[in-house]
């Protein structure tokens, strides 16, 4: 397997991934009504899982019950391709024999480990399907989601920080 072979597989890994996040982009946008620029500088400013607690949070509030298996589901599979990015986008990578892509991982949480991650080009292909269903998971809720509206309705918990204004 060449170097190129394993970038284009490494570069395309991390083009579905920025779609998954672009996902979570539009979602922020919509639920805080915002034009495209402005909404350009949040979601640029917005770590990649708290763009997952926002919208999911938004996602089960507006909820009736009828979406919180979808919901639930949906962002357990984002969080599992996030794990996949971290060793694609944080590791040393080279061509895998006979096809895929090598991955030299190390992390220190405690102790170094050092491991070697290698995806065969099946490997590949199963991940990629698997983010593009992530996409459209998302993409089915993101269509859903309604712009937050604040009120003065005090019982509700977002709403304390008003109280100091009166």
């Avoid at 949040?42 to 938004?58: E, G, H, Q, R, Y």
């Avoid at 509030?61 to 919180?68: F, L, M, P, R, V």
């Avoid at 080009?121 to 269903?133: S, W, Y």
Wanted: glycine share 4%.
């Amino acid at each position: 397997m060449s170097l190129d072979r394993a970038c284009y597989l490494a570069g395309k890994f991390l083009h579905l991934f920025a779609q998954i996040e672009g996902e979570l982009d539009i979602a922020i946008g919509k639920l805080f009504e915002l034009e495209k620029d402005n909404s350009l500088i949040l979601t640029a400013s917005i770590d990649f899982f708290k763009k997952c607690n926002i919208v999911k949070t938004a996602l089960n509030a507006q909820d009736d019950g009828s979406k919180e298996k979808a919901i639930r589901e949906a962002f357990s599979d984002v969080a599992r391709v996030n794990d996949l990015r971290q060793i694609v986008a944080h590791s040393m990578f080279e061509g895998h024999a006979p096809d895929g892509v090598e991955f030299r991982r190390n992390t220190a949480k405690g102790a170094l480990k050092k491991e070697i991650v290698a995806w065969s080009e099946k490997d590949c292909d199963a991940h990629f399907i698997k983010m593009e269903q992530v996409r459209r998971d998302l993409h089915f809720l993101v269509q859903k989601i309604a712009p937050y509206k604040p009120s003065l309705d005090f019982s509700d918990p977002r709403n304390s920080m008003y109280l100091g204004m009166f």
